[in-house]
T-cell receptor, first 114, second 112 residues
Framework: DAMVIQNPRYQVTQFGKPVTLSCSQT?????MYWYQQKSSQAPKLLFH???????NEADTPDNFQSRRPNTSFCFLDIRSPGLGDAAMYLC?????????????FGPGTRLTVT | GEDVEQSLFLSVREGDSSVINCTYT??????LYWYKQEPGAGLQLLTY?????DMKQDQRLTVLLNKKDKHLSLRIADTQTGDSAIYFC????????????FGKGTRLHILP
C-alpha cells in the first residue's frame, strides 16, 4: 500500500548529541513536510520541500536542518538537541496544486532527549 | 492573523451526536479539513470541504461551512468509542504558500 513511513517510531538521544529522523513515501508526491508536535498543541510546520526547493519557516531554529536526496526520502537533522526539542515529529506529503491538496501523514517519531 | 481556533475538549455520550466547532481567519482559504489523531499516531484526514460549498456529508460525518462567519463544524452521528481521539480543524491556503494551518485540536471523550 502506498504510504508515508517514518523511522524510527521512537528515538532517544542525549542532550547535544546529533540525531536524524527519516521519512519515506511511496506516493510519489512532490511536496514533503516536517512538523513538530508537542503535547496538546497543533502540529507546527518546521519546513517543507516543494520538489527540491527547500522552504524554511521563519521561526524554525537553526538547530533543525533537512535533506531531501530524492523524491521518496526526506530527513530531519537536529544538530544539538535540547530538552525543549523533545516532541513528536510528523512527516507529511502532498500533491500540491493538484486535487484537494490534502496532506498524508506518517505515524510520527517520538523523540526523547535525556 | 493566521489563527484557527477550536475548543480543546468535548465530552459526549456514546450513541449521541458530537459537534466540534472551529473558526478560522483567512478568507482566502481554499479548502478546510478535519483530521483525526489517535493516541501515539499521525494525523488521518477524515474529510474536507471546498470553500465554495456549504455542506458535505460522508456516512456519519457532516461538515458545515459558514464562509461569511468563517465557521466550520464537524458533526459525528451515533458517536462510538472508536471515535475517541483529537480532532484537528485546518485551513489550506493553496495557490499562496502551499501550507495547511492547524488548530490546536479538540479532544473528544466518549462517555459510556
Amino acid at each position: 500500500d502506498a504510504m508515508v513511513i517514518q523511522n524510527p517510531r521512537y528515538q532517544v538521544t542525549q542532550f547535544g548529541k546529533p540525531v536524524t529522523l527519516s521519512c519515506s513515501q511511496t506516493l510519489n508526491h512532490n511536496v514533503m513536510y516536517w512538523y513538530q508536535q508537542k503535547s496538546s498543541q497543533a502540529p507546527k510546520l518546521l519546513f517543507h520541500y516543494y520538489d527540491k526547493d527547500f522552504n524554511n519557516e521563519a521561526d524554525t531554529p537553526d538547530n533543525f536542518q533537512s535533506r531531501r536526496p530524492n523524491t521518496s526520502f526526506c530527513f530531519l537533522d537536529i544538530r544539538s538537541p535540547g530538552l525543549g526539542d523533545a516532541a513528536m515529529y510528523l512527516c507529511a506529503t502532498s500533491r500540491v496544486r493538484q486535487g484537494t491538496y490534502e496532506q498524508y501523514f506518517g505515524p510520527g517519531t517520538r523523540l526523547t532527549v535525556t | 492573523g493566521e489563527d484557527v481556533e477550536q475548543s480543546l475538549f468535548l465530552s459526549v455520550r456514546e450513541g449521541d451526536s458530537s459537534v466540534i466547532n472551529c473558526t478560522y481567519t483567512d478568507s482566502s482559504s481554499t479548502y478546510l479539513y478535519w483530521y483525526k489523531q489517535e493516541p501515539g499516531a499521525g494525523l488521518q484526514l477524515l474529510t474536507y470541504i471546498f470553500s465554495n460549498m456549504d455542506m458535505k456529508q460522508d456516512q456519519r460525518l457532516t461538515v458545515l461551512l459558514n464562509k461569511k462567519d468563517k465557521h466550520l463544524s464537524l458533526r459525528i452521528a451515533d458517536t462510538q468509542t472508536g471515535d475517541s481521539a483529537i480532532y484537528f480543524c485546518a485551513e489550506g491556503r493553496m495557490n499562496r504558500d502551499d501550507k495547511i494551518i492547524f488548530g490546536k485540536g479538540t479532544r473528544l471523550h466518549i462517555l459510556p
